[in-house]
């Protein structure tokens, strides 16, 4: 079983940059996906980046060119560069990994994006 932290949340203006990072205290899978999805009150939660092992990403249409989605050399951690954020960016935004062995969630870091 893995466990997903999120970190890298906070508030900022319009225009300004956030990085966040998901450590995941168990990475054995080796096919997965690890992910970012965002949700604000009474919506659903939403797709924002994702990326395969085989280096496949996926993108909200919302957020292309703004946010992009990388891991470190072990590929137990996920990052999120969010550049150009928006108010519309506001929302707790969640760690996914999704693998065979299962589909795990972070806890959610909030990012607030002032306007």
């Known amino acids: 079983q893995a466990q997903l932290e999120e970190s890298g949340g906070g508030l900022v203006q319009a225009g300004e940059s956030l990085k966040l990072v998901c450590t995941a205290s168990a990475s054995s899978f080796a096919i997965n996906t690890m992910g970012w999805y965002r949700q604000v009150p009474g919506k659903q939660r939403e797709l924002v980046a994702t990326?395969?092992?085989?280096?496949?990403?996926n993108f909200a249409d919302s957020v292309k060119g703004r946010f992009t989605i990388s891991t470190d050399s072990a590929k137990d951690t996920v990052y999120l560069q969010m550049n150009n954020l928006k108010p519309e960016d506001t929302a707790v935004y969640y760690c996914?990994?999704?693998?065979?062995?299962?589909?795990?969630w972070g806890r959610g870091t909030q990012v607030t994006v002032s306007s």
């Open positions: 996914n990994l999704l693998s065979l062995q299962g589909n795990f």
């Open positions: 990326l395969s092992t085989f280096g496949q990403t």
